[in-house]
């Protein structure tokens, strides 16, 4: 029986994706050949890597100004080529502090240059989203995360900047509509609302390269990639695929504006239930609850026992919170279906 997959990442991708990967490891459009053992120079390969590269201009809604690349290293790798490709050698950038992926930006990025925590929710253990701070002309960047991953708070909106606007999309891209064109950067690890591990997604906005005075290590260049079309060296061909896949699959199911709407009834039924179970209470403030990873626990622990094998019997799966955190997470990303959020309310219903 398939699981109902509450898994903060890797996590659930549609179940028609996952067919369509497993058909395309066998034989890859007739071809004969697998996917998995085709040149990534075939004419084959580079049609998928123009095409996953494309539709995410389309589904942004983003012009000939933005280019995007998939590169390896994950979001993490992405945490020092920011900085590499965007901080002068004497310049300075502006960061927010929400949460573990958040500081895991900041310590890569000082190990390049000067950083400054314009706003931070540390002290709070992260259960905020600091929104009192402004960010001048003085700095050359300003980074933020959209969606905090482990403790569940999401950032409804964003800061008017006076500098170039970065942001990592790791946890939310592709799950609610924005005005893409205000960022110059995005990036966000694949294996949650894309795809597979394995890939990330990077998009930019070209004119702001090239301009730091580093000699940059190639790989860690995002201005070669650029050059290169995203083919530096050999790509993670099955990553991009089935990222390409999943992001046609969402263009053909209404977009980000369904995805949206859809993502938004999923976590008001669940918070709703959070809210109204006295046996259960939330992580995040109120106000900055995240769509996406629904961090709540139990208000009596002696229940501990009963609710994990509740749970357990009625098919969840990766339901535990993040070790810094405990208690227990709800992810559900675009392709969790609200009928896998309902069975989860049924179990809180009928422990209380
Ligand atoms: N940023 C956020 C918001 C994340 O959730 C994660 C991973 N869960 C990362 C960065 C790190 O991503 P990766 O493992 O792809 O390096």
């Excluded at 540390?122 to 003085?138: L, Q, T």
């Excluded at 990036?187 to 301009?211: E, F, R, S, T, W």
């Excluded at 199911?253 to 008001?268: D, F, L, R, V």
Aim: hydrophobic share 40%; charged share 25%; glycine share 8%.
């Amino acid at each position: 029986m398939k699981k109902h997959n509450f898994s903060a990442g890797p996590s659930i991708l549609p179940q028609e994706v996952f067919k369509k990967a497993s058909e395309a490891i066998l034989d890859f459009n007739g071809m004969g050949l697998s996917l998995l053992e085709i040149s990534h120079r075939s004419k084959e390969f580079v049609a998928v890597m123009d095409e996953a590269r494309a539709i995410v201009k389309r589904l942004m809604n983003l012009g000939d100004d933005y280019e995007v690349l998939y590169l390896q290293g994950g979001a993490s790798l992405q945490f020092l080529m920011t900085p590499m490709n965007l901080l002068t050698e004497n310049g300075k950038a502006a960061y927010t502090d929400t949460g573990t992926w958040a500081a895991g930006a900041i310590k890569e990025a000082k190990k390049v240059g000067n950083i400054d925590v314009v706003g931070s929710s540390k002290e709070d253990n992260y259960s905020y989203i600091p929104k009192d701070y402004k960010v001048g002309a003085d700095y050359d960047y300003f980074h933020c995360t959209s969606n905090n991953t482990i403790y569940g708070t999401q950032m409804k909106s964003f800061p008017e900047v006076d500098t170039l606007m970065v942001c990592d999309m790791s946890s939310d891209i592709f799950s609610r509509q924005l005005d893409f064109s205000k960022f110059d950067l995005i990036y966000a690890g694949a294996q949650k609302n894309m795809g597979p591990a394995g890939a990330v997604l990077v998009v930019v906005k070209k004119d702001i390269l090239g301009k730091t005075g580093r000699n940059l290590p190639s790989y860690l260049d995002l201005g070669l990639h650029i050059a290169k079309e995203s083919m530096l060296n050999t790509p993670p061909v099955f990553p991009v695929y089935v990222s390409y896949l999943t992001l046609k699959h969402l263009e053909e199911n209404g977009g980000i504006a369904a995805a949206e709407a859809k993502n938004e009834a999923k976590a008001k039924l669940l918070y709703d239930e959070i809210d109204n179970n006295p046996l259960f209470e939330g992580y995040a403030a109120k106000e900055d609850r995240s769509l996406m990873n629904v961090s709540f626990k139990l208000t009596d622990e002696s229940k501990k026992e009963a609710f994990d094998a509740a749970w357990k019997a009625a098919g969840i799966s990766g339901l535990n919170g993040h070790r810094n955190l405990g208690g227990y997470r709800a992810s559900i990303y675009n392709a969790m279906p609200i009928e896998s959020v309902q069975v989860l309310v049924d179990v809180m219903k009928n422990l209380a």
